[in-house]
């Protein structure tokens, strides 16, 4: 299977790639923090499990060390340091276990410090862990499992014969049962609210490269299976015009139950992303939840890509892929300095008993992805 092609990394701009086919310690204590609920008390004591929303208290992040130039290029040190960035921002608020390969232990325990738990036993080929990761569900009655959505690699676009079994191995280590999913995905395609509602695009899931001859109804049984889920809120995403197919937790997340966001564009902007930002804040304002409620959605302005640090064409720069983590919200920051102001007062009023911590992410920005991306968390159950 083919790698990306050095000189040409990024997530976003992959396609435009010469030659590349179509074949990524102790539970932390943080006093006076409000943590979202998650599934209404009478699912949660029916004992099935679900996908919690990320707002519910932490036992760790997950996070995996990059070290392939076949895949990064010259860019590795950059993506190495900005993972070795948000994993010690994290760790001051809940513990991080990273993954790395054991030729590349020494070097991630280095950049990353003292506060990161590294382990060599389950080995990685790139950084994306929400996407290769395990799912992690709960019960509402102390239990809690994971599952996996079977991750070919964005459908077969990176090779990923390590990340493939990633899911697997980390539930293995974290003591949990583990099964797979009936559908094949990743981690960033679907968010949930933790009450039975879930966005996803049709772009990232509803395609060939993953589900080829599954309808969106056979879909949507899958992903409410997996999720303990029972509606799914359906955008029609941007086919072929990155490696993930147009993920979600770019542009629209989930805030907890009725409540959720969109990152806007520029009004001056209408390229196909901008446009597809406001189809998603347009389906999303005027659709129920799983219970039949309104969902609130609050508009999060992105910045002027002329006034961002980046030059790269296809820098990503999502403020709406942050990490919701015990206690703090971990976002990026892009040199517009308006509007990451402007970003940081909106996350906050969004999450009033949190910290917002905002970092230059831009390596990973100009690999197509951003701090959400190489995260994924482990709910207490």
Known sequence: MNEHVVGKLDRRGFLAAAGLTAAGAALASVGGQAFAA????????AGSYFVPCETVRHTRTWMAWPDRTAIWGNK????????????????????VVMLANPASVSKAKSACGTSVTVISSIPVDDCWIRDSGPVFRVNGAGGVDAFGTNFNGWGNKQSHARDALVAGRVAAYAGVAFSTAAF????????????GTLM???SSLINSNRNPNMSQAQLEAGMCAAY????VIWFKGIYGQDITDDHVDATSRFLEEGRAMVQMPLASENDIWAKDAREQYQILSTSTDA??????VTKLQGP???KIRSTNPDFVASYANYYVCNGAVISSQFGDSTADAAAKATLQRLFPGRVVVQLNTDSLGAG??????VTQQQPAA
């Open 76 to 95: 590795l040190a950059g993506v190495q340091a900005n993972i070795a960035l948000i994993a010690k921002t994290i760790a001051k608020y809940e513990p």
């Open 200 to 202: 996803a695009t049709r």
């Open 291 to 296: 219970q039949g409620s309104p969902i609130s």
């Open 304 to 306: 002027d890509y002329n």
């Open 228 to 231: 303990g889920a029972s509606k």
């Open 38 to 45: 998650g599934r209404p008390a009478a699912a949660a004591a």
């Open 368 to 373: 197509g992805g951003g701090i959400h991306c």
């Open 184 to 195: 094949v995905g990743e981690g960033g395609s679907v968010e949930t609210d933790g009450a």
